[in-house]
């Protein structure tokens, strides 16, 4: 016998739905505006016109700014500090973490300690900038990269995590004369696929956004990242940034150049996620069944 709720929406419930989709529909309407201007033709293009969607469609915005050399080299950077960044940062963080898991560890309660330190306090811009220049990365991508290898956050989750890892998998690999580098990386590493993809996600999204840094320490044009590139254009309205064009920059109007770099700066991140989505939700005894 199925029981059937008949409770009936309240004046609350109504309230609230009415609320949601109010603020649904104020942060979808932006990303419509901007998808819709970057793909309206030029021809039909008004300045200062709302668009929900174009009256024609249109990729003469998209061929200018992927025919420009500063755009391409901006994607290259970027794609670059993302790729070689995410990789590190997972190297870097997950060895860390597991190594502080082990209690045996000679100073692992000091370095945790420093590690906590660093939630609390930071060195402020100056330091780190001095720090930048010390180290002689300044206008370089490494100086966006060797700063932030890792953080106290993502150690301490991924600390977490790895603690909630069956300890008899380790010691029954051990017992098959597995080595510690064996284990983290035929143990552990398999059964922490969630927590990669999680942060595989944090950190490319992290890096490929990348701006401030990128502002401060990158003084070549040829090497900014898109975000220093797309605010250029967006807030600076200038559109010099955009050399070595193939194709005549007078057919194309600003805002759709400046909507369609926001698009392009967008959607990559948008593409990634639904193949790491599906990770995050995999529990992590299910891989070591299968293992």
């Keep these: ?27 979808i309407v932006p990303f419509l505006y901007v998808f819709s201007v ?51 940062n997972l190297i870097v963080s997950f060895s860390m ?57 993502s150690l301490i989750i991924i600390k977490s995590f790895l ?10 690999a051990k017992i098959d004369g597995c080595s510690d580098i064996g284990v983290f990386l035929r143990i552990v590493i398999p059964l922490s696929m969630p927590a990669i993809a999680t942060f595989t996600l944090f950190f490319a999204v992290a890096h490929w956004n990348t701006y401030f840094n990128a502002f401060i320490y990158l003084s070549d044009s040829s090497k900014w990242t898109l975000q220093v590139l797309v605010k250029t254009l967006v807030i600076d309205s200038d559109n010099a940034g955009m050399a070595g064009s193939g194709g005549d920059e007078r057919s194309v109007p600003q805002e759709t150049i400046r909507m369609a770099s926001i698009v392009m700066a ?19 005894m299910l891989g070591s069944v299968k293992g």
């Design 97 to 153: 973490a597991y190594a502080l898991t082990k209690k045996a560890m000679p100073g692992r309660s000091l370095m945790m300690g420093f590690i906590i330190f660093t939630l609390v306090f930071n060195a402020g811009l100056v330091p780190n900038y001095l720090l930048v220049k010390e180290l002689g990365l300044l206008n370089s991508y490494w100086a966006l990269i060797w700063p932030a290898l890792t953080n106290a956050w």
């Design 266 to 284: 967008m959607v990559p991140i948008l593409v990634i996620y639904p193949f790491l989505q599906k990770h995050f939700a995999k529990g992590v």
């Design 1 to 27: 016998m199925s029981f059937v709720s008949t409770k009936k929406a309240t004046t609350f419930d109504w309230i609230n739905y009415s609320l949601l989709s109010l603020i649904s529909l104020i942060c």
């Design 38 to 88: 970057s793909f309206t033709d030029p021809e039909v293009y008004v300045p200062l016109r709302f668009y929900l969607f174009p009256e024609k469609w249109s990729l003469a915005a998209y061929s200018y700014i992927l025919s420009t050399d500063s755009f391409i080299n901006a994607l290259k950077s970027t794609t670059f500090i993302t790729v070689i960044g995410t990789a590190l």
């Design 163 to 172: 603690e909630s890892l069956p300890s008899e998998l380790e010691d029954a």
